[in-house]
């Protein structure tokens, strides 16, 4: 007869057989048995987090960065109800998490036992999937096929809520399945014609576009080198939305700059004016499209997506190929080259002219900024922190607010998974535990969170698991005393009016980091600015960097509420001749 | 068009929704009928009716069939949303207009009143099947199968012969022919 182990031994087992190697979690009662079991398990190593979000944002930094699914571990009631935004965060960006929250015995399920929540019915909108395990001989199958709906097709999160004395009980262990039976979920059963109808549309384009997202960077590095093939193969620019950054080089040629709100002109301009609008692995968020009755109105529109519901879901689109971005553009480029038989010839000529506008558009330079010898421009203090790192392979994360619109306008990265940033949710709070995750993950690689000084403070608490397990992380701040997207939109939107967006009371940045045991380093002047971000890289260890920027900039270009993409707003360059007036006024 | 000071865009012309019967397939397990729900009221979705039950003991599948309206594009999302669910085998869905689809709702009236009132409503529920399901001197429990409108009509109707009380099911479905949902 085979061995009984207990429902925490259970756990332990099927974390190693997914060769699961770190865990990120915070105990309590109804857990204790779990964490128990965890010096039995050499190879799994746990991170003890400050807060429950922090575990959760930590799994979704280590899972963007490294590929592989993030674990959670958490306790039954507060335990559970703290890891819910991070839960959502993933679902929206679809992050693959295997959370794992304990929960009171299943006799006192549904008597308001202490520390009990309806976890499974609280995270049900908010998960893939989750599983209420209330049998012992369910666990082991349970928790393998967490996994297996977590990372297979459009990744996200699943939870798996565990009583506590299902944890205690015995069963055998069952072992993962090899063959994956997929419930009829698979979606990679697009066809050959769906792709030669495709080869067509791209040889007859004038005006084309493609336009990726975060399905390339889902896909697996293997989806950013074909879409390069893609992109040279066929001459055509690219964009990219804020997810799908790093899936091509941001300082090739071809490639325009993100797209949506705080896109730039070219890109922008470009997705209105096409005659053929490639999207490969974007969701048509509505940060992207701007008003939708005018979104890129003469064009042919092709989605590549893994996620059936994805089509047709805010865009109507000509041609639907649903399946995993590596297969179906390696597909298009055989294709391709296979039509050319070795010949060059191609529609490059045709698309001169297009490039030709392009140029034009790029001419206006929409991201620039006025330059100030005074006070430190936040624009600059990215694009000297980018010429500073780029030759360091450096994984960059973010809060949420203008520091992230900047810091994807003004960073370029030339490889998927350097860039973790909340976009689907837009969580405040997101790049500090982020960067602990991709830092356990990338022990050797330089990591920095890009931050605003409003968002940091809501999971600062997190620097203290950085100094714990030494993890040199780098939280650079641009500090410019406000909520600076909220200011901003109150400046352009509510007539100046600052409600609660100025923070009366900011805690001094550099007695935090002594405080927390880690290096603090503050800068004010545009001249040292330099010399302080080499003294943070060169520094082994945690640092907090108080960058103190112009409290006034603005997040520019922008598209204004309800406008289409070619009637952007530009910087204060281009603003002095171009001022907004009359009924415009009304609606930016 | 009003003035916008908001950064989503403003809601443009709609399409007129249309009601659409979706049949769907679950395995019959704790929480799945919430999920099914959770996802019509998370994302906006309408019910008009619901009528759920396990339809194969063996494999353990249930049969819920859900009476909607809304615009082809969300009558789309629903049905691709659906489909997203683990537990979901199979989705299928119709409009009510659809010839090749019987769709019946059941009622049960309660009248109270004399005999002849009684033998009224019975006179009226003829075209509907109506079974006498109790029956005292002064009261009888009706139960009718008809369409959705039809109930509604009755259930003014009987009104003034003494209906007290009416309860009813949602709509179930079935193909006509030799055919099955797909």
Redesign the interface.
């Known amino acids: 007869m085979p061995k009984l182990l207990t429902g925490a031994e259970i756990v332990f087992k099927c974390l190693e057989d997914q060769k699961v190697e770190h865990i990120f979690g915070y105990p309590g009662g109804a857990v204790l048995p779990i964490y128990d079991e965890l010096k039995n398990h050499p190879s799994i190593k746990h991170i003890l987090v400050r807060h429950e979000q922090g575990a959760g944002h930590a799994a979704e930094g280590y899972a963007r960065s490294s590929g592989k699914p993030g674990v959670v571990l958490v306790t039954s009631g507060p335990g559970a109800t703290n890891v819910v935004t991070a839960l959502t965060d993933a679902y929206m960006d679809s992050v693959p998490l295997v959370c794992i929250s304990g929960q009171v015995p299943t006799h006192l399920i549904g008597t308001d036992a202490f520390q009990e929540c309806d976890t499974?019915?609280i995270t049900?909108?908010c998960t893939?999937?989750n599983w209420?395990v209330?049998d012992i001989n369910d666990l082991s199958k349970v928790m393998h096929e967490a996994f297996r709906?977590a990372t297979t097709g459009r990744p996200g999160p699943v939870l798996i809520d565990i009583p506590k004395d299902i944890q205690f009980a015995k069963a055998k262990y069952k072992k993962p399945n090899k063959e994956k039976k997929l419930?009829?979920?698979s979606h990679n059963k697009f066809s050959q014609d769906q792709i030669d109808e495709l080869v067509k549309l791209l040889s007859k384009a004038k005006k084309p576009i493609i336009y990726s997202g975060g399905g390339v960077i889902n896909s697996g590095p293997k989806a950013s080198q074909v879409l390069r093939e893609f992109v040279e193969l066929t001459g055509f620019p690219i964009t990219s939305t804020l997810q799908g950054l790093g899936a091509y080089p941001g300082d090739d040629s071809q490639f325009l700059g993100m797209l949506g709100?705080h896109g730039t002109y070219e890109a922008n301009n470009a997705m209105h004016d096409c005659d053929l609008l490639i999207n490969i692995g974007a969701r048509f968020d509505?940060r992207i499209?701007?008003?939708?009755?005018e979104f890129s109105p003469n064009s042919t529109k092709v989605h590549i997506d893994i996620?059936?519901?994805s089509?047709?879901?805010i865009i109507?689109v000509d041609l639907a190929i649903v399946g995993d971005v590596t297969s179906v553009i390696s597909k298009i480029n055989k294709t391709i080259s296979k039509r050319k038989n070795g010949h060059s010839k191609s529609n490059k000529s045709n698309i001169a002219k297009w490039w030709e506008q392009i140029g034009k558009w790029r001419e206006k330079d929409s991201l620039n900024f006025v330059k100030s010898d005074e006070s430190i421009k936040p624009q600059h203090a990215v694009q000297r922190l980018y010429e500073l790192t780029k030759n360091k392979d450096t994984y960059v994360t973010t809060e949420v607010g203008q520091h992230q619109m900047w810091a994807a306008q003004h960073y370029k990265f030339n490889k998927p998974n350097r860039w973790m940033t909340s976009g689907g949710l837009g969580t405040m709070g997101y790049g500090l535990p982020a960067a602990v995750g991709v830092q356990i993950a990338h022990p050797e690689k330089l990591v920095i969170d890009i931050a605003g000084e409003a968002s940091v403070l809501m999971t600062m608490q997190e620097m203290s698991t950085a100094v714990q397990y030494n993890l040199p992380i780098k939280i650079f701040i641009l500090n410019n005393q406000y909520m600076g997207m909220v200011r901003q939109?109150q400046e352009l939107?509510?007539e100046k009016n600052y409600s609660e967006s100025y923070s009366e009371a900011l805690p001094d940045f550099m007695k935090m980091a002594e405080a927390y045991g880690c290096k603090g380093i503050k800068a004010d002047n545009p001249d040292d600015l330099d010399d302080k971000i080499q003294e943070m890289i060169d520094y082994d260890g945690p640092v907090i960097f108080d960058c103190h920027v112009d409290p006034n900039e603005n997040c520019f270009p922008m598209i204004p509420?309800?406008k289409p993409h070619n009637q952007m707003i530009l910087g204060p360059n281009d603003q002095e001749d171009n001022k907004i007036k009359g009924k415009g006024k009304?609606?930016v | 068009m009003p003035k916008s000071k908001s950064a989503y865009s403003i809601p443009t012309k709609k399409q007129k929704p249309d009601t659409y019967i979706f049949v769907v397939w679950v395995d019959n397990e704790a929480g799945v009928l919430a999920r099914v729900v959770g996802l019509f009221s998370g994302r906006g979705y309408n019910i008009e009716s619901l009528a759920v039950a396990e339809v194969d003991a063996i494999k353990n599948i249930s049969r819920i069939t859900i009476v909607t309206t809304g615009t082809p594009q969300v009558i789309d999302q629903i049905r691709l949303q659906l489909t997203k669910l683990v537990p979901v085998h199979k989705v299928a869905e119709f409009k009510r207009e659809d010839k090749g689809v019987i769709f019946k709702e059941m009622a049960l009236f309660k009248i109270v009143g004399k005999r002849n009132k009684i033998e009224k409503c019975l006179n009226a529920c003829k075209k509907f099947n109506p079974v006498i399901l109790d029956e005292t001197k002064t009261s009888a429990v009706i139960q009718i199968t008809a369409l959705r409108r039809e109930i509604d009509k009755m259930n003014k109707k009987l009104k003034p012969l003494g209906l007290i009380s009416t309860s009813r099911t949602g709509a179930v479905a079935m193909t006509r022919g030799a055919k099955i949902f797909n």
């Open positions: 499974t019915g049900r909108p893939k999937h209420l209330k709906v419930n009829g979920k709100m509505d499209t701007g008003k939708i009755d996620d059936p519901s089509i047709n879901k109507k939109w939107l509510h509420s309800g009304a609606l």
